[in-house]
Every structure is written in C-alpha cells, then in structure tokens.
C-alpha cells in the first residue's frame, strides 16, 4: 500500500459506490422475464448481478428451461428491450440517488487538488452521471467499449490511472465488489473496498459504507 502523501488521484466504479442502479437492472430483467412467462424470484436476481445482458438473459430462460425456444434473433430483441426498460429507469434518477457521503466526499477530492476518473464498464455510465449531476467532478472517464478484457483484469483501473496521468501507484482506486478490488489489485493502485469486508477481504481499505469515505478515514487507514 502506497503512503497517503503519495496519492494524487482517485478511480472509482459507479455502481455500488456512487450510486446504485442494480436495483433499475433488476427492474427491467424482471420485464422481460414476465414478458417471457418466466417465474421471477430472489434467486434469479441475484444470480444476475455483475454478468453480461446476453449472459443475463440465457440465464432468465434457463431458470424456466426455455433457453432453445428462442432464436439468437429473438434474444437479441428480448436484451435490447431490457436496455430500453432500464434507460427509461435511469431517466428517472436524480441528486437524491446518490449513495450517503459521496458528494461531500467528491467535493472534498477536488478543493483538495485530488485527480478524479470513472472506471465503469457501463455504457451508460455517461448518462447516469448527467442525471446525478456529477458529470463536472468526472470529466476523465474511460469508454468500456475500448477495452479488451473486464473485472477482474486491471486494464480498466490502469486505464483510469493513464487518463490522469498519473502512474497507478499515486491512485486510490474505490470498488464494491471483489472482481473490482481484484482489478485495482492487479493495477498496481491501492484499493477501497466498500461493503462486507468478508467478501472484499483483499482490499487494502475496507468501509462498511459510503458514509465512511471520506479523506481523513483514508488517511487513519494508511498511516
């Protein structure tokens, strides 16, 4: 773990740290699977988390045992109506929908001088961010489509470090789940685990919430 002094800026994942939008995601999954006659329940939703669309959608159909009664064709449809029930989610998001501490914390990074990008591997982290009105703290962030491998390979935390200029050990990169810590890892930077510190035992800094995250906490955990 690198020393506090020697960091000079910050990646962050969105989902899970400074909003949650895996509550729209399982909204819209569970319109298509209703669309579809499939039986949702807990299970199925949790088993959805942190995979792909198509993946996500195999998985819904093989939960009722009709992944062959569908062609690609049709899958196809099925996923990108799920993108188009969950934008119209997001278009509902606001301020309000971000996580405690974290605008207070952003804020505090930049009247600190601290370098800020985003590490999502959502396309449409962009426009989450727009309707947060965060988009003036995150003016470097990575376009997921131009990299070639996902959590937990580091390329995107290096690539948040790159952006900035920065080498990845002057980074601090924050994360919620353990993939993400594993790719912050992997980069070089020292990492932030926010949740159950079971789960994230890995990371260099573990918080129970966002609430927690604030400079002088990182400082205590670094000394």
Not at 99 to 106: D, M
């Amino acid at each position: 773990m690198a020393k506090f002094s020697d960091i000079k800026g910050f990646v962050f994942d969105l989902d899970g740290v400074i909003t949650d939008t895996s509550i729209f995601h399982s909204q819209a999954w569970h319109q298509v699977a209703d669309q579809v006659g499939v039986k949702w329940d807990d299970h199925l939703a949790d088993a959805l988390k942190g995979i792909s669309r198509m993946d996500s959608l195999n998985l819904i159909l093989a939960h009722d045992h009709r992944e062959n009664d569908f062609t690609l064709a049709e899958k196809t449809t099925l996923a990108t109506q799920k993108n188009e029930n969950y934008l119209k989610l997001v278009a509902q998001m606001t301020p309000a929908n971000i996580l405690p501490g974290i605008k207070p914390f952003l804020a505090d990074l930049k009247a600190h001088g601290y370098l800020l990008s985003l590490a999502s591997a959502s396309k449409n982290s962009p426009l989450v961010l727009k309707h947060l009105g965060l988009e003036a703290y995150f003016t470097k962030s990575i376009d997921p489509t131009s990299l070639t491998h996902g959590k937990p390979d580091p390329e995107i935390f290096r690539r948040g470090a790159e952006i900035l200029n920065l080498d990845p050990q002057q980074c601090i990169g924050v994360e919620d789940a353990a993939a993400g810590v594993q790719s912050i890892n992997g980069a070089g930077e020292t990492s932030i685990g926010i949740g159950d510190a079971t789960v994230l035992a890995a990371a260099d800094i573990n918080f129970a919430t966002t609430a927690q995250l604030t400079l002088a906490n990182i400082k205590a955990a670094m000394a």
